[in-house]
Protein backbone atom coordinates (compact mmCIF):
# COMPACT_ATOMS: atom_id res chain seq x y z
CA UNK A 1 0.00 0.00 0.00
CA UNK A 2 1.91 3.10 -0.81
CA UNK A 3 1.97 6.05 1.74
CA UNK A 4 0.44 9.37 1.31
CA UNK A 5 3.41 12.33 0.72
CA UNK A 6 2.48 13.53 4.24
CA UNK A 7 2.61 10.17 5.85
CA UNK A 8 6.44 9.92 3.50
CA UNK A 9 7.46 13.37 5.14
CA UNK A 10 6.80 12.26 8.89
CA UNK A 11 8.37 8.95 7.92
CA UNK A 12 11.58 10.84 6.70
CA UNK A 13 11.57 12.72 9.87
CA UNK A 14 11.79 10.14 12.24
CA UNK A 15 14.77 8.28 10.25
CA UNK A 16 16.63 11.87 10.29
CA UNK A 17 16.00 12.08 14.26
CA UNK A 18 17.11 8.03 14.50
CA UNK A 19 20.31 9.42 12.98
CA UNK A 20 23.40 12.29 13.77
CA UNK A 21 22.34 13.33 10.16
CA UNK A 22 20.08 15.86 12.24
CA UNK A 23 22.66 17.19 14.31
CA UNK A 24 24.50 18.37 10.84
CA UNK A 25 21.41 19.88 9.32
CA UNK A 26 20.71 21.50 12.90
CA UNK A 27 24.03 23.04 12.53
CA UNK A 28 24.28 24.04 9.08
CA UNK A 29 21.43 26.00 9.39
CA UNK A 30 22.19 27.90 12.59
CA UNK A 31 25.79 28.89 10.42
CA UNK A 32 23.32 30.26 7.33
CA UNK A 33 21.07 32.18 9.82
CA UNK A 34 24.64 33.32 11.09
CA UNK A 35 26.16 34.21 8.38
CA UNK A 36 23.29 35.97 6.65
CA UNK A 37 23.18 38.07 9.97
CA UNK A 38 26.29 38.86 9.84
CA UNK A 39 26.70 40.71 6.15
CA UNK A 40 23.58 42.25 6.56
CA UNK A 41 24.31 44.11 10.09
CA UNK A 42 27.78 45.06 8.03
CA UNK A 43 25.72 45.87 4.61
CA UNK A 44 22.96 47.69 7.22
CA UNK A 45 26.19 49.78 8.90
CA UNK A 46 27.41 50.48 5.19
CA UNK A 47 24.11 51.79 3.84
CA UNK A 48 23.57 53.89 7.05
CA UNK A 49 26.30 55.32 6.26
CA UNK A 50 25.24 56.68 2.91
CA UNK A 51 21.55 57.51 4.35
CA UNK A 52 23.46 60.13 6.69
CA UNK A 53 25.68 61.79 4.15
CA UNK A 54 22.49 62.46 1.71
CA UNK A 55 20.32 65.75 2.55
CA UNK A 56 17.66 65.19 5.49
CA UNK A 57 14.42 64.67 2.79
CA UNK A 58 16.59 62.18 0.83
CA UNK A 59 17.98 60.75 4.00
CA UNK A 60 14.81 59.52 5.61
CA UNK A 61 13.82 58.00 2.15
CA UNK A 62 16.88 56.26 2.06
CA UNK A 63 16.48 54.49 5.51
CA UNK A 64 13.21 53.37 4.71
CA UNK A 65 14.11 51.76 1.49
CA UNK A 66 17.54 50.40 2.97
CA UNK A 67 15.27 49.06 5.70
CA UNK A 68 12.76 47.21 3.57
CA UNK A 69 16.08 45.60 1.41
CA UNK A 70 16.95 44.64 4.28
CA UNK A 71 14.44 42.86 5.23
CA UNK A 72 13.67 40.54 2.06
CA UNK A 73 17.85 40.14 1.73
CA UNK A 74 17.65 38.09 5.05
CA UNK A 75 15.82 35.38 3.96
CA UNK A 76 16.93 35.56 0.63
CA UNK A 77 20.23 35.19 1.69
CA UNK A 78 19.46 32.72 3.90
CA UNK A 79 17.55 30.23 1.46
CA UNK A 80 20.67 30.53 -0.83
CA UNK A 81 23.07 29.59 1.47
CA UNK A 82 21.10 26.63 2.76
CA UNK A 83 20.67 25.68 -0.52
CA UNK A 84 24.47 25.64 -1.40
CA UNK A 85 24.70 23.12 1.69
CA UNK A 86 21.95 20.82 0.41
CA UNK A 87 23.92 20.84 -2.70
CA UNK A 88 27.07 19.30 -1.04
CA UNK A 89 25.53 17.59 1.69
CA UNK A 90 23.20 15.54 0.09
CA UNK A 91 25.77 13.79 -1.37
CA UNK A 92 27.15 12.05 2.32
CA UNK A 93 23.40 11.65 4.02
CA UNK A 94 19.65 13.06 3.98
CA UNK A 95 18.84 16.35 4.11
CA UNK A 96 15.10 16.28 5.28
CA UNK A 97 15.26 19.27 7.69
CA UNK A 98 17.24 21.67 4.93
CA UNK A 99 14.37 20.50 2.56
CA UNK A 100 12.08 22.11 4.78
CA UNK A 101 14.17 25.08 5.76
CA UNK A 102 14.69 26.25 2.14
CA UNK A 103 11.06 26.28 1.13
CA UNK A 104 10.30 28.39 4.51
CA UNK A 105 13.14 31.05 3.97
CA UNK A 106 11.43 31.54 0.13
CA UNK A 107 7.96 31.68 1.71
CA UNK A 108 9.15 34.46 4.36
CA UNK A 109 11.27 36.34 1.81
CA UNK A 110 8.62 36.13 -0.68
CA UNK A 111 5.64 37.71 1.36
CA UNK A 112 8.41 40.63 3.01
CA UNK A 113 9.14 41.08 -0.57
CA UNK A 114 4.80 41.19 -1.66
CA UNK A 115 4.59 43.66 1.29
CA UNK A 116 7.56 45.86 -0.05
CA UNK A 117 5.82 45.85 -3.47
CA UNK A 118 1.81 46.21 -2.43
CA UNK A 119 3.23 49.34 0.32
CA UNK A 120 5.24 50.88 -2.72
CA UNK A 121 1.48 50.77 -5.03
CA UNK A 122 -1.09 51.45 -2.69
CA UNK A 123 0.78 52.80 0.27
CA UNK A 124 3.24 55.79 -0.87
CA UNK A 125 2.65 58.28 1.58
CA UNK A 126 2.58 55.70 4.76
CA UNK A 127 -0.90 55.18 5.23
CA UNK A 128 -1.47 51.87 5.73
CA UNK A 129 -5.52 51.20 4.95
CA UNK A 130 -7.76 48.67 6.79
CA UNK A 131 -8.30 47.16 3.20
CA UNK A 132 -4.25 47.35 2.60
CA UNK A 133 -3.83 45.83 5.93
CA UNK A 134 -7.03 42.60 4.83
CA UNK A 135 -4.98 42.55 1.79
CA UNK A 136 -1.30 41.91 2.76
CA UNK A 137 -3.26 39.19 5.53
CA UNK A 138 -4.78 37.56 1.91
CA UNK A 139 -1.35 37.49 0.45
CA UNK A 140 0.13 35.70 3.38
CA UNK A 141 -2.43 33.15 3.86
CA UNK A 142 -2.44 31.84 0.43
CA UNK A 143 1.92 31.91 0.21
CA UNK A 144 2.24 29.93 3.50
CA UNK A 145 -0.58 27.90 2.10
CA UNK A 146 0.98 26.98 -1.32
CA UNK A 147 4.07 26.45 1.04
CA UNK A 148 2.50 23.80 3.50
CA UNK A 149 0.94 22.39 0.44
CA UNK A 150 4.45 21.97 -1.52
CA UNK A 151 6.06 20.86 1.71
CA UNK A 152 3.46 17.93 2.25
CA UNK A 153 3.64 16.51 -1.62
CA UNK A 154 -0.04 17.48 -1.64
CA UNK A 155 0.11 19.88 -4.32
CA UNK A 156 0.17 17.82 -7.47
CA UNK A 157 -2.56 15.88 -6.09
CA UNK A 158 -4.41 19.48 -5.77
CA UNK A 159 -3.42 20.24 -9.13
CA UNK A 160 -5.08 17.02 -10.94
CA UNK A 161 -8.41 17.79 -8.66
CA UNK A 162 -8.68 20.95 -10.19
CA UNK A 163 -7.70 20.06 -13.53
CA UNK A 164 -10.63 17.35 -13.00
CA UNK A 165 -12.90 20.46 -13.13
CA UNK A 166 -14.18 21.76 -16.24
CA UNK A 167 -16.04 25.04 -16.35
CA UNK A 168 -17.92 25.74 -19.75
CA UNK A 169 -17.62 29.22 -21.59
CA UNK A 170 -19.49 29.80 -24.18
CA UNK A 171 -18.12 26.91 -26.87
CA UNK A 172 -14.98 26.19 -25.39
CA UNK A 173 -14.54 24.06 -21.51
CA UNK A 174 -12.02 25.54 -19.12
CA UNK A 175 -10.81 23.64 -16.21
CA UNK A 176 -10.26 25.73 -12.36
CA UNK A 177 -7.09 25.30 -12.97
CA UNK A 178 -6.27 27.28 -16.27
CA UNK A 179 -8.68 29.92 -14.66
CA UNK A 180 -6.72 30.15 -11.30
CA UNK A 181 -3.67 30.08 -13.60
CA UNK A 182 -4.94 32.87 -15.52
CA UNK A 183 -6.30 35.04 -12.43
CA UNK A 184 -2.83 34.36 -10.62
CA UNK A 185 -0.35 35.56 -13.37
CA UNK A 186 -2.28 38.58 -14.63
CA UNK A 187 -2.71 39.65 -10.79
CA UNK A 188 1.26 39.14 -10.58
CA UNK A 189 2.42 41.11 -14.10
CA UNK A 190 0.27 43.74 -13.75
CA UNK A 191 1.39 44.61 -9.62
CA UNK A 192 4.60 44.09 -11.28
CA UNK A 193 4.07 46.89 -13.93
CA UNK A 194 2.05 49.10 -11.33
CA UNK A 195 5.20 48.96 -9.09
CA UNK A 196 7.33 49.21 -12.07
CA UNK A 197 5.69 52.40 -12.92
CA UNK A 198 5.62 53.77 -9.50
CA UNK A 199 9.64 53.55 -9.69
CA UNK A 200 9.79 55.28 -13.05
CA UNK A 201 7.59 58.35 -11.65
CA UNK A 202 9.73 58.76 -8.71
CA UNK A 203 12.88 58.71 -10.95
CA UNK A 204 11.46 61.06 -13.04
CA UNK A 205 9.91 63.64 -10.47
CA UNK A 206 13.65 63.57 -8.96
CA UNK A 207 15.39 64.66 -12.69
CA UNK A 208 16.50 68.25 -12.61
CA UNK A 209 16.45 68.49 -16.12
CA UNK A 210 13.44 67.77 -17.97
CA UNK A 211 10.33 69.86 -17.55
CA UNK A 212 7.41 69.00 -15.05
CA UNK A 213 4.76 68.32 -17.80
CA UNK A 214 7.40 66.56 -19.52
CA UNK A 215 7.94 64.08 -16.68
CA UNK A 216 4.24 63.70 -15.68
CA UNK A 217 3.67 62.93 -19.53
CA UNK A 218 6.50 60.35 -19.78
CA UNK A 219 5.12 58.46 -16.28
CA UNK A 220 1.71 58.76 -17.10
CA UNK A 221 2.56 57.07 -20.22
CA UNK A 222 4.91 54.81 -19.05
CA UNK A 223 2.91 53.72 -16.46
CA UNK A 224 -0.06 52.79 -19.44
CA UNK A 225 2.43 51.02 -21.33
CA UNK A 226 3.33 49.03 -19.36
CA UNK A 227 -0.08 48.06 -17.74
CA UNK A 228 -1.24 46.88 -21.40
CA UNK A 229 2.20 44.89 -22.19
CA UNK A 230 1.26 42.95 -18.45
CA UNK A 231 -1.50 41.70 -19.50
CA UNK A 232 -1.40 41.00 -23.67
CA UNK A 233 1.78 39.17 -22.01
CA UNK A 234 -0.72 37.05 -19.24
CA UNK A 235 -3.29 36.49 -21.56
CA UNK A 236 -0.75 34.78 -23.67
CA UNK A 237 0.89 32.66 -21.01
CA UNK A 238 -2.53 31.49 -20.70
CA UNK A 239 -3.13 30.37 -24.28
CA UNK A 240 -5.61 33.18 -24.85
CA UNK A 241 -5.94 34.24 -28.48
CA UNK A 242 -5.16 37.98 -28.95
CA UNK A 243 -7.55 38.42 -31.61
CA UNK A 244 -10.59 37.90 -29.49
CA UNK A 245 -9.82 40.89 -28.04
CA UNK A 246 -10.99 43.00 -31.21
CA UNK A 247 -14.42 41.99 -30.51
CA UNK A 248 -13.68 43.66 -27.17
CA UNK A 249 -12.17 46.85 -28.97
CA UNK A 250 -15.44 46.99 -31.22
CA UNK A 251 -17.71 46.81 -28.25
CA UNK A 252 -15.09 49.44 -26.61
CA UNK A 253 -15.24 51.93 -29.50
CA UNK A 254 -19.04 52.06 -29.61
CA UNK A 255 -19.27 52.54 -25.92
CA UNK A 256 -16.69 55.15 -26.09
CA UNK A 257 -18.79 57.06 -28.99
CA UNK A 258 -22.14 57.56 -26.90
CA UNK A 259 -21.24 57.08 -23.17
CA UNK A 260 -17.84 57.75 -22.67
CA UNK A 261 -17.30 61.13 -24.61
CA UNK A 262 -16.54 63.18 -21.40
CA UNK A 263 -14.29 60.87 -20.00
CA UNK A 264 -12.20 60.46 -23.67
CA UNK A 265 -12.34 64.71 -24.23
CA UNK A 266 -10.75 64.76 -20.35
CA UNK A 267 -8.31 62.06 -21.42
CA UNK A 268 -6.80 63.33 -24.37
CA UNK A 269 -7.27 67.07 -22.94
CA UNK A 270 -5.43 65.72 -20.12
CA UNK A 271 -2.58 64.63 -22.74
CA UNK A 272 -3.13 68.13 -24.50
CA UNK A 273 -2.33 70.05 -21.38
CA UNK A 274 0.99 68.03 -20.34
CA UNK A 275 2.81 68.30 -23.74
CA UNK A 276 2.33 71.72 -24.74
CA UNK A 277 3.11 73.15 -21.24
CA UNK A 278 0.28 75.23 -20.63
CA UNK A 279 -0.14 74.34 -17.36
CA UNK A 280 2.54 73.06 -14.36
CA UNK A 281 2.29 71.90 -11.55
CA UNK A 282 2.98 74.95 -8.89
CA UNK A 283 1.11 77.51 -11.27
CA UNK A 284 -1.34 79.61 -9.51
CA UNK A 285 -4.84 79.49 -12.12
CA UNK A 286 -8.08 80.86 -11.75
CA UNK A 287 -10.59 79.06 -14.34
CA UNK A 288 -13.95 80.00 -13.95
CA UNK A 289 -15.08 79.59 -10.30
CA UNK A 290 -12.40 77.94 -9.37
CA UNK A 291 -8.80 79.25 -8.30
CA UNK A 292 -5.92 78.01 -6.62
CA UNK A 293 -2.32 75.85 -7.04
CA UNK A 294 -2.00 73.07 -9.12
CA UNK A 295 -1.18 70.28 -7.31
CA UNK A 296 -1.71 67.59 -9.80
CA UNK A 297 -2.47 66.82 -13.64
CA UNK A 298 -3.90 63.24 -13.99
CA UNK A 299 -5.80 62.21 -17.04
CA UNK A 300 -8.96 63.12 -16.36
CA UNK A 301 -8.72 66.17 -13.67
CA UNK A 302 -6.51 68.61 -12.81
CA UNK A 303 -6.19 69.47 -8.74
CA UNK A 304 -6.05 73.39 -7.57
CA UNK A 305 -5.55 73.31 -3.88
CA UNK A 306 -7.03 77.01 -3.26
CA UNK A 307 -6.17 79.45 -0.60
CA UNK A 308 -8.03 78.37 2.41
CA UNK A 309 -6.91 74.73 2.25
CA UNK A 310 -10.15 73.54 -0.46
CA UNK A 311 -9.05 71.34 -3.01
CA UNK A 312 -10.83 71.65 -5.90
CA UNK A 313 -11.08 68.81 -9.03
CA UNK A 314 -11.61 71.00 -12.25
CA UNK A 315 -11.83 68.46 -15.28
CA UNK A 316 -9.53 68.93 -18.08
CA UNK A 317 -11.91 69.72 -20.81
CA UNK A 318 -12.36 72.77 -18.66
CA UNK A 319 -8.96 73.60 -19.08
CA UNK A 320 -8.67 73.35 -22.96
CA UNK A 321 -12.24 75.08 -24.01
CA UNK A 322 -12.34 77.97 -21.30
CA UNK A 323 -10.52 80.37 -20.58
CA UNK A 324 -7.40 80.08 -18.13
CA UNK A 325 -5.87 82.65 -16.13
CA UNK A 326 -3.09 81.44 -15.23
CA UNK A 327 -0.37 84.21 -12.82
CA UNK A 328 3.03 81.68 -13.39
CA UNK A 329 2.72 80.60 -16.96
CA UNK A 330 5.80 82.74 -18.33
CA UNK A 331 6.43 85.64 -15.81
CA UNK A 332 5.50 84.69 -12.04
CA UNK A 333 5.93 88.14 -11.11
CA UNK A 334 2.19 89.86 -10.38
CA UNK A 335 0.84 93.30 -9.64
CA UNK A 336 -1.42 93.87 -6.52
CA UNK A 337 -2.67 97.02 -5.19
CA UNK A 338 -3.90 98.20 -2.19
CA UNK A 339 -6.05 101.73 -1.69
CA UNK A 340 -6.94 104.14 0.65
CA UNK A 341 -8.33 107.83 0.51
CA UNK A 342 -6.83 111.06 2.15
CA UNK A 343 -8.41 114.07 3.60
CA UNK A 344 -7.79 116.85 0.76
CA UNK A 345 -5.67 118.76 2.85
CA UNK A 346 -3.23 116.23 2.55
CA UNK A 347 0.30 116.77 0.37
CA UNK A 348 0.53 114.15 -2.37
CA UNK A 349 3.78 115.10 -2.86
CA UNK A 350 4.71 114.13 0.69
CA UNK A 351 2.72 111.29 1.49
CA UNK A 352 3.62 109.81 -1.87
CA UNK A 353 7.09 108.23 -1.03
CA UNK A 354 6.28 107.13 2.06
CA UNK A 355 3.39 105.13 1.35
CA UNK A 356 5.96 103.31 -1.15
CA UNK A 357 9.01 102.46 1.60
CA UNK A 358 5.77 101.50 3.47
CA UNK A 359 4.39 99.09 0.78
CA UNK A 360 8.51 98.34 -0.26
CA UNK A 361 9.24 97.27 3.63
CA UNK A 362 6.84 94.24 3.06
CA UNK A 363 9.22 91.53 2.69
CA UNK A 364 7.36 89.32 -0.19
CA UNK A 365 6.70 92.61 -2.56
CA UNK A 366 9.38 92.93 -4.53
CA UNK A 367 12.43 94.97 -5.09
CA UNK A 368 12.88 94.78 -8.70
CA UNK A 369 9.94 96.48 -9.64
CA UNK A 370 9.34 98.96 -6.35
CA UNK A 371 5.84 100.32 -5.61
CA UNK A 372 4.29 102.86 -6.85
CA UNK A 373 1.40 105.26 -5.35
CA UNK A 374 -1.16 106.87 -7.66
CA UNK A 375 -3.74 109.54 -7.57
CA UNK A 376 -6.82 107.79 -8.72
CA UNK A 377 -9.48 109.94 -8.41
CA UNK A 378 -10.74 113.32 -6.44
CA UNK A 379 -13.62 111.15 -4.12
CA UNK A 380 -16.64 112.49 -2.26
CA UNK A 381 -14.83 112.81 1.14
CA UNK A 382 -11.48 112.74 -0.02
CA UNK A 383 -8.32 111.78 -1.95
CA UNK A 384 -8.24 107.92 -3.33
CA UNK A 385 -4.74 106.72 -3.57
CA UNK A 386 -3.67 103.51 -5.26
CA UNK A 387 -0.23 101.73 -4.20
CA UNK A 388 0.64 99.26 -6.50
CA UNK A 389 3.24 96.55 -5.83
CA UNK A 390 5.27 93.37 -7.47
CA UNK A 391 5.37 90.14 -6.14
CA UNK A 392 7.14 86.90 -7.04
CA UNK A 393 5.41 84.06 -5.62
CA UNK A 394 2.13 83.70 -6.07
CA UNK A 395 1.81 80.47 -4.99
CA UNK A 396 1.66 81.57 -1.95
CA UNK A 397 -1.41 83.84 -1.81
CA UNK A 398 -2.30 86.88 -2.38
CA UNK A 399 -4.03 87.40 1.01
CA UNK A 400 -1.58 87.59 3.31
CA UNK A 401 0.90 90.46 1.46
CA UNK A 402 -2.52 92.59 0.75
CA UNK A 403 -2.61 92.77 4.38
CA UNK A 404 0.72 93.27 5.37
CA UNK A 405 1.19 96.48 3.09
CA UNK A 406 -2.40 97.69 4.22
CA UNK A 407 -0.88 97.07 7.76
CA UNK A 408 2.20 99.16 7.24
CA UNK A 409 0.35 101.75 5.31
CA UNK A 410 -2.09 102.08 8.44
CA UNK A 411 0.99 102.67 10.52
CA UNK A 412 2.72 105.10 8.45
CA UNK A 413 -0.66 107.51 8.06
CA UNK A 414 -1.06 106.88 11.97
CA UNK A 415 2.86 108.16 12.27
CA UNK A 416 2.66 111.57 10.12
CA UNK A 417 -0.98 112.33 11.88
CA UNK A 418 -2.80 111.52 8.06
CA UNK A 419 -6.22 111.96 8.50
CA UNK A 420 -8.26 109.22 6.71
CA UNK A 421 -11.95 110.67 6.16
CA UNK A 422 -14.76 108.29 6.23
CA UNK A 423 -18.45 108.93 5.48
CA UNK A 424 -20.87 110.46 8.55
CA UNK A 425 -24.58 110.10 8.06
CA UNK A 426 -27.41 111.85 10.37
CA UNK A 427 -30.45 109.19 11.30
CA UNK A 428 -33.33 110.96 11.34
CA UNK A 429 -36.62 109.45 12.84
CA UNK A 430 -39.81 110.52 11.31
CA UNK A 431 -42.08 112.75 13.41
CA UNK A 432 -39.74 113.43 15.93
CA UNK A 433 -38.04 117.40 15.16
CA UNK A 434 -34.36 117.65 13.96
CA UNK A 435 -33.32 119.46 16.66
CA UNK A 436 -33.85 117.21 18.85
CA UNK A 437 -31.83 114.77 17.55
CA UNK A 438 -29.13 117.11 17.05
CA UNK A 439 -28.57 117.68 20.40
CA UNK A 440 -29.94 121.53 20.14
CA UNK A 441 -32.82 120.92 22.76
CA UNK A 442 -30.39 122.77 25.58
CA UNK A 443 -33.01 126.35 26.24
CA UNK A 444 -35.87 125.59 23.29
CA UNK A 445 -39.12 125.63 24.43
CA UNK A 446 -40.78 122.62 25.12
CA UNK A 447 -43.38 121.89 22.62
CA UNK A 448 -46.91 121.70 23.98
CA UNK A 449 -48.85 118.77 25.43
CA UNK A 450 -44.84 117.35 26.60
CA UNK A 451 -43.25 117.68 30.07
CA UNK A 452 -39.45 118.84 30.32
Not at 177 to 182: D, P, V
Amino acid sequence: MNQTPLLNLITDFVDDFRQPAILWQALVIVACLALSWAFVRQLRAVLAKRADASTPPASAEVRTRTESFIRILTPVLTALLLGLSQHFLARFQSVNLLSIAIPLCTSMALVRFGFYVLRRIFARRGDISPAMQLLEKVFTVVVWLGMALYITGLWPELHEFLESIIVPLGRNKVSVAAILQAAISVAVLMVLAMWAGTSLDERLMKMQGLHSSLKVVVSRMGRAVLILFSVLVSLSLVGIDLTVLSVFGGAFGVALGFGLQKIAANFVSGFIILLDRSLTIGDMITVGQFSGKVTQINTRYTVLLGGDGVESIVPNEMLISGGVQNMSLSNRMVWLSATVSVGYETDIDVIFPLLEQAAASVPRVSTSKPPSATLVRFGADGLDLQIGFWISDPENGTGGVKSNVNRAIWRTLQQHKVSVPFPQRELRIIGTPPATLAGETEGAPTPPGTQP
